[in-house]
């Protein structure tokens, strides 16, 4: 019998892995190319990613998301502001107990917020396409609030009752 393990290849078709404990990468050849032959001409090796440990989203620091899209600037213009201000001292709440995400810099992160209010139809929330607006929406363990932008709910009597009616169902 042949003393060398060089049969071993043609017995066993499966990868076998030594795994160290200490070492986080581990490389093993993908596959080996040969020439007509038979002889080895060159190994192709991967490496795998170490992997990494996502970190535990922030704790949100208010109650309260606004979320907005302002492609020309990081926060929402002046006048939409304070009018932001009137809308939030109608329900009792102020513009400094908020915190605020525009979807044209970030995607918006929800998560521990009671309260979220999108102030845009493109808020880019994983929800049904079916949501309605200035309806009250459950989103994770808080409600989300999906209108129009400021500038518009400014402009507009309608949309002015629609906020206003939907919000004094949410804050009661």
Known sequence: MNESNEFLKYLINEDIYAIDEKSEVITQPDAVAET?????KEEVTSVQEPVVALEKPAKPTNEI?????NPTAVNLPAADLDYLGK???????????????????????????VHVIAFTPNHQ??????????????????HLIIA??????????DLRKKL?????????
Do not use: C, H, M, R
């Not at 007509?36 to 080895?40: E, F, I, K, L, T």
């Not at 998301?65 to 899209?69: E, G, N, R």
């Open 36 to 40: 007509s032959d038979g002889a080895q």
């Open 65 to 69: 998301l606004i979320i907005f899209d």
């Open 87 to 113: 809308i939030l001292g109608a329900i009792g709440k102020s513009i400094d107990k908020v915190d605020f995400q525009n979807v044209a810099a970030t995607t918006p992160k929800t998560a521990g917020y």
């Open 125 to 142: 929330l994983p929800i049904p396409s079916s949501t309605q607006q200035y309806v009250s929406t459950k989103l994770g363990e808080g």
């Open 148 to 157: 129009d932008a400021l500038n518009n709910i400014s402009a507009s009597t």
């Open 164 to 172: 206003w009616g939907v919000l004094q169902q949410v804050f009661k």
